[in-house]
Nanobody
Framework: QVQLVESGGGLVQAGGSLRLSCAHSGRTFSSYAMGWFRQAPGKEREFVAA????????VYADSAKGRFTISRDNAKNTVYLQMNSLKSEDTAVYYC??????????????????WGQGTLVTVSS
């Protein structure tokens, strides 16, 4: 059974940076598109970014454009989210997800095949 494990969350000051990692446990990592989502207290889970199986295509939420970068290393079965210029409103639990469908589908639905347990990002102002 495929598992996803996020890491890299923590406390950072506004304007700072963090890099999140999501490790995929299975042999089929390169078959999956990957996405990052976040959920702030009292809010619904929202899409942040997604990357195609080969890394050639990416899509971002408007809130992430220009500040966040999603990337993947299929040799390491890992997807990353580099977050720069962090704001207090970026505070949330960040989740990664894996799905064999397209990044367009990943960006629009929440019924994805595999989810990680989440990692907390807190941005202090």
């Amino acid at each position: 059974q495929v598992q996803l494990v996020e890491s890299g969350g923590g406390l950072v000051q506004a304007g700072g940076s963090l890099r999140l990692s999501c490790a995929h446990s299975g042999r089929t990592f390169s078959s999956y598109a990957m996405g990052w989502f976040r959920q702030a207290p009292g809010k619904e889970r929202e899409f942040v970014a997604a990357i195609s199986w080969n890394g050639d295509n990416t899509v971002y939420a408007d809130s992430a454009k220009g500040r966040f970068t999603i990337s993947r290393d299929n040799a390491k079965n890992t997807v990353y989210l580099q977050m720069n210029s962090l704001k207090s409103e970026d505070t949330a639990v960040y989740y990664c997800a894996a799905d064999p469908r397209t990044i367009v589908i990943i960006s629009t639905i929440r019924d994805l095949e595999v989810w990680g347990q989440g990692t907390l990002v807190t941005v202090s102002s």
